[in-house]
């Protein structure tokens, strides 16, 4: 187990520093950064002055191995945009979408796990169906046209919810539910298919046989074993709702950390792009590193992989 | 504890351990805000839809920063945006010594937000620091004409330029304001960012960088202004990304002012009551950039019966028309009509595919020609450009990237053709535009040397008679060469309340301060 974890370690350090080279040279194929930070009126020489007041002008490995040892000793540097630290930044906009990450999830597997349980217990039937219909539904709608549609209905017609803005707990019901929604299927489906199994195994007709309640045998038979690929699915589901929700985030005027490096993209702000995308690698790296910890804690045999 | 016990406590404390830690950091995220109404709370409630860079003007190249900059500062003149007309604004005179030189009386008793008393060590203290190179400011092109600033005593101050300057008089009315000396050497960009200080008409209370700031009338803001004294109590601005969603805000009440709608969702707004809808011109012009210099390699572009073809084979009216729309024009000058020096005396290219074929086929392209075009914006007015080219043979290949990339290509001689737009900074005078792609310099695709003279003429001196000639003789040539096809202005649709009695100028800054309730 110990020799698991130190590879599972090194993997996800050499994951996120090439994430974070990767990122950096991505971003400067994508245009000069000076010549975005002056504006359309700068002269060459403008954007040569801004180019050495700013680093730009030197080398891009130097300036990326200058960003990589202040980020090493926690030193996100300065947002060349906001002209303040990356990391004031950071600590702003994160709450939001951890906020909304943490919600959406907690919507999701809410709906999805009682609806998944529900379609394996009556497969096929009308229940299982009508959960099939809601998943692909909730498949395929687009997330931006979900959200201007619970707007328009939540906001201006029956005025019951702000549209925008991330002030109070109400600002957050819809932009969760939209985000939720679009996660909902995987799980539900999952929940289903699993319990499936799990329902026609020996050890739960076994348990049937010796005369526990159905409901016993459901929740503390089956579901747990079958919700355990659950587990794996929620961690890469819950990196893709604090990474994935750029869309949700600008539809909603959230500002969260998904929005602020969307933004940073466009305005070549480095600093920020780098230190909230190499966060979010941390994310999703700690995320399947926790998940693979779990299954390998309640599976011995995935140990050995 | 058995196994399995175990592994039960441990799901139970991850699941409490995640809902935690996702109240304790959602919490900071819940600060209460005040419920704002608009006219009934004296409030404006605004929002636009990029986030604003630090506010610290100097630091900040964004249209809404020049919005947020005459709020919060002042210069030492003030341009009329209706007339032209140049006022004293914290100088309460100012005289043209000579064409270098410039000579402020200031006003007695102006304060700053923060108490700080205005006088000349201010306006000396704020050239200097525009003069002191790598600060990282990136208000380079408006402040790079001056040479220095000295107070002659506590209210007289002289600015001094390098050379002959005709803009000089315009960037001192809207890009130069003034700073407290003090308080910005001990703050900076960063604390001004965070905190602005300035004499304007509204001080500001709060800013969340991005999100929103709060705006509250200056009580103390001083009399003779030619912006007056605010007539609404506070302004609230938010940064909404999403169009649609400022819509809905708009129409529920909850703003009372958007601009930059798109032109069919005005369409629909303007039919709603409640709402007051209107489209404003702007400086912002479209054009289609030919390398009639060959700098990116032969090209067909360099005959200029092909630079002719195309100017002939676009509907430029059509396209304006049915999909610009609002208060946008044809133009067929390479300036913004009603720019000082802008003439459209000057060949004009009309519709006409038979011509445009009939010049392809002279040029040696009977069959047209496939070509690269490079753009960065506005692909639904790129589009019918393409379309009508492919009526005469001409076949392109888009190279559609971001505004620095592409610009970046121009410069490095990688672009026959582009499909751009030039705001001139609202700046109203040819100065602004023309000699950027003409005067020689890294954007000039003709390098034509008569164009290149005449412009450096009209730059070189302040005599207004002068300088419209060389600027026709550069226009008349630019036109007759088809260096450029000018296509057509911007417009700016505004979306407000019914209760807000504002209007907008065309030089697309709005200005609150002159903003009241009906």
Redesign the interface.
């Known amino acids: 187990m110990l020799l698991y974890t130190a590879k599972r370690i090194l993997l996800a350090i050499l994951v996120s520093l090439t994430v974070s080279a990767l990122v950096f040279s991505l971003l400067y194929l994508s245009g000069d950064p000076a010549t975005a930070l002056a504006g359309e009126r700068a002269s060459q020489a403008d954007i040569m002055a801004i180019k050495a007041a700013y680093g730009f002008d030197q080398p891009v490995y130097i300036q990326y191995f200058k960003w990589l040892a202040g980020a090493l000793q926690g030193e996100f540097g300065e947002s060349v945009y906001f002209r303040m630290p990356v990391i004031d930044l950071i600590v702003d906009r994160l709450p939001v979408t951890m906020m909304l990450g943490v919600s959406a999830m907690i919507f999701a597997l809410a709906l999805s796990i009682p609806l998944g349980v529900l379609a394996a217990m009556y497969p096929n039937s009308l229940i299982d169906r009508a959960a099939l219909l809601l998943a692909v539904v909730g498949q395929a709608l687009p997330s931006f046209w979900f959200a201007l549609m619970l707007i328009v209905l939540f906001a201006y017609w029956v005025p019951i919810l702000p549209a925008s803005g991330s002030d109070s707990w109400q600002h957050f019901v819809l932009p969760t539910i939209v985000l939720g929604y679009y996660a909902t299927p995987a799980f539900m489906r999952l929940t289903r298919t699993g319990l499936l199994d799990v329902l026609s195994s020996d050890y739960v007709r076994t348990a049937r046989a010796k005369g526990l309640s159905p409901a016993k045998v459901l929740f503390k038979h089956a579901l747990r074993n079958a919700i355990i690929p659950v587990v794996s699915l929620a961690a890469v589901q819950f990196g893709f709702m604090l990474t994935g929700s750029i869309i949700i985030e600008t539809v909603f005027a959230l500002h969260g950390a998904g929005f602020l490096a969307w933004e940073s993209i466009s305005r070549s702000d480095f600093p920020t792009v780098q230190a909230v995308l190499l966060l979010f690698s941390w994310f999703y790296i700690i995320l399947t590193f926790l998940a693979d910890l779990l299954n390998a804690w309640l599976n011995p045999r995935i140990r050995v992989a | 504890m058995t196994k399995r016990t175990t592994?039960r406590v441990a799901l139970k404390g991850l699941a409490i351990a995640?809902?935690l830690?996702?109240t304790v950091?959602?919490?900071?995220?819940?600060?209460?805000?005040p419920a704002l109404a608009g006219k009934a709370d004296d409030t404006l409630n605004i929002a636009w839809d990029r986030?604003l860079?630090?506010i610290?003007f100097y630091?900040n190249?964004?249209r809404e920063g020049i919005v947020v900059n005459r709020l919060i500062w002042d210069t030492l003149i003030y341009r009329d945006p209706n007339t032209g007309e140049f006022k004293g604004l914290l100088a309460e005179s100012f005289e043209i010594v000579d064409d270098t030189t410039f000579e402020f009386k200031l006003r007695q008793g102006v304060t700053f937000h923060n108490g700080e008393a205005f006088n000349a060590e201010d306006v000396v203290a704020t050239i200097d620091f525009l003069l002191t190179?790598?600060?990282?400011k990136?208000a380079?092109?408006?402040v790079?004409w001056i040479k220095g600033a000295e107070a002659l005593d506590d209210y007289t101050v002289r600015i001094y330029a390098k050379e002959p300057t005709p803009l000089a008089t315009l960037y001192l009315a809207g890009d130069i304001p003034m700073y407290p000396a003090d308080h910005y050497a001990e703050v900076g960009?960063?604390g001004m960012?965070?905190a602005p200080v300035g004499t304007g008409p509204y001080k500001v209370t709060k800013v969340?960088?991005?999100?929103e700031i709060m705006f509250e009338a200056n009580a103390d803001y001083f009399e003779g202004s030619p912006k007056g004294r605010p007539a609404i109590g506070k302004i609230h601005q938010?940064?909404?990304?999403?169009v649609?969603?400022q819509i809905?805000?708009l129409?529920?009440g909850?703003l009372d002012w958007i601009w930059k709608v798109p032109a069919d969702q005005a369409e629909k707004l303007a039919t709603l009551p409640s709402l007051n809808v209107v489209s404003a011109g702007t400086m912002r012009v479209g054009y289609l950039q030919f390398d009639a210099a060959g700098r990116s390699g032969d090209n067909p572009f360099q005959d200029a019966r092909v630079r002719k073809a195309v100017s002939h084979a676009i509907d430029r009216k059509a396209i304006v028309d049915n999909i610009v729309r609002g208060a946008s024009q044809v133009i067929h000058s390479a300036c913004y009509p009603e720019q000082f020096g802008c003439t459209s005396d000057v060949t004009q290219y009309e519709y006409d595919v038979e011509k445009a074929k009939a010049l392809l086929a002279e040029a040696g392209y009977p069959d047209g020609f496939r070509t690269e075009i490079y753009a960065y914006r506005n692909r639904e007015y790129l589009e019918p450009m393409l379309g009508f080219l492919q009526q005469v043979g001409i076949n392109t290949d888009l190279r559609y990237?971001?505004?620095?990339?592409?610009?970046?290509s121009i410069?490095s001689n990688n672009v026959p053709f582009a499909f751009m737009t030039?705001?001139?900074?609202s700046v109203p005078d040819v100065d602004?535009i023309t000699p950027?792609f003409f005067g020689g310099?890294?954007d000039d695709l003709a390098q034509d040397e008569e164009v290149q003279a005449a412009l450096a003429k009209g730059g070189s001196t302040v005599d207004p008679a002068v300088r419209q000639e060389a600027y026709d003789t550069a226009l008349k040539k630019i036109a007759a060469e088809a260096y450029w096809l000018p296509l057509w202005t911007y417009n700016t649709n505004y979306a407000m309340s019914q209760d807000l009695d504002w209007t907008p100028t065309a030089d697309e800054i709005p200005r609150f301060f002159f903003a009241k309730w009906k």
């Open positions: 592994r995640a809902t830690g996702a950091l959602g919490a900071t995220a819940w600060t209460a805000s986030e860079p630090n610290d630091f190249n964004s190179p790598d600060t990282g990136l380079q092109q408006t790079g960009p960063g960012g965070e969340v960088p991005g999100k938010r940064t909404i990304p999403d649609n969603t809905v805000e129409t529920s909850k990237g971001k505004y620095a990339a592409t610009r970046d410069r030039w705001g001139s900074g602004a950027v310099g890294p």
